[in-house]
């Protein structure tokens, strides 16, 4: 998968994702959603990048409105108990 690098890989075993098609199913959001609640260094990148690798395409050649859109996410989980 695009954007998984070994280091990635390790966060998201941490929370039960071992698999592309388990990454797939969770969807991009919820596998940030529960990064954020394990890791203290999780950010809007790691968001772009779950969404690529999901998506099957590099972090970086996101089309704008969904980065927007999942910018408006990461924006949302700020202030929560997780931020």
Not at 10 to 22: D, N, S, Y
Not at 46 to 54: F, I, K, M, S
């Amino acid at each position: 998968m695009p954007n998984m690098g070994k280091e990635f890989e390790q966060k998201l075993e941490a929370i039960g994702i071992t698999t592309a098609e388990q990454l797939k199913e969770t969807g991009s959001k919820e596998a940030f959603f529960q990064l954020k609640s394990k890791c203290s260094n999780i950010c809007l990148v790691h968001l772009y990048a779950l969404e690529g690798a999901v998506t099957g395409r590099e972090y970086n050649r996101l089309p704008e409105d969904v980065k927007q859109d999942l910018k408006a996410y990461s924006d949302s989980l700020k202030g929560s108990p997780l931020d």
